[in-house]
């Protein structure tokens, strides 16, 4: 097998029991790291800080994750005003949270001969997000339902994106210690004693 050394020195093609008395002698481990090459890549380490290094960095790359969720919000052909603006502020704040939302209108009896009016909710909610949201599927019927899917804006995203940046930013800078000088206004100027004279005194 090919040896790395703990500094990642190539140590050469060894044996197993030279490999593990080198470990050994360090006070390591012996891991193998590329067992498909050949001959198999082994590599002499600390295995429990190596656990750790590794879960550390899978932690840190869940945290960058974007999970987007799906969430579905009802309406009815002849929703109350008061019900759909309540309704459409979720909305909004689902998409403003960069997820997507399936917008359904639900159809009971004979409802179902007036489709249109399920097209008009589905319009004018359309038109309400135009702002923050854009189609991603059509509205289409499916059983007794008639249904949308909406996505956040990416224009809006990105104006998101540019806030958060500016807002690290101005965090990272206040955090600082001393920060660079502000300069002075003219106000602080003109109401600066003037500087002292150097040299005898008048009159003497």
Same mark, same amino acid.
């Given at each position: 097998?090919?040896?790395?050394?703990?500094?990642?020195?190539?140590?050469?093609?060894?044996?197993?029991?030279?490999?593990?008395s080198k470990a050994q002698e360090e006070g390591m481990d012996l891991v193998e790291v590329s067992p498909l090459a050949k001959p198999p890549v082994c590599k002499i380490m600390d295995y429990g800080k190596f656990k750790y290094l590794e879960k550390k960095k899978q932690n840190e790359a869940k945290k960058n994750q974007v999970v987007v969720l799906l969430k579905e919000i009802k309406f009815r052909p002849r929703t109350e005003e008061?019900?759909?603006?309540?309704k459409i502020k979720k909305v909004r704040e689902f998409?403003?949270?960069s997820n997507k939302a399936r917008i359904t209108v639900m159809f009971r009896g004979r409802?179902?001969?007036h489709r249109e009016l399920g097209q008009k909710v589905l319009q004018e909610i359309i038109e309400d997000l135009k702002d923050v949201a854009v189609i991603e599927a059509a509205p289409r019927m499916e059983g007794r339902q008639m249904f949308m899917i909406l996505a956040p804006n990416p224009?809006?995203?990105?104006v998101q994106r540019s806030r958060a940046e500016a807002a690290a930013r101005a965090a990272k800078?206040?955090?600082?210690?001393?920060?660079? $000088?502000t @300069? #002075?206004?003219p106000a602080q100027v003109e109401a600066a $004693?003037? @500087? #002292?004279?150097?040299g005898p005194a008048a009159g003497t």
């Open positions: 097998m090919r040896v790395i050394g703990a500094s990642g020195e190539q140590l050469g093609v060894l044996t197993i029991d030279q490999a593990l008061h019900d759909y603006n309540v998409l403003e949270d409802e179902m001969s224009k809006m995203l990105q800078f206040a955090a600082e210690p001393d920060g660079p $000088p @300069p #002075a206004t $004693p003037a @500087p #002292a004279a150097s």
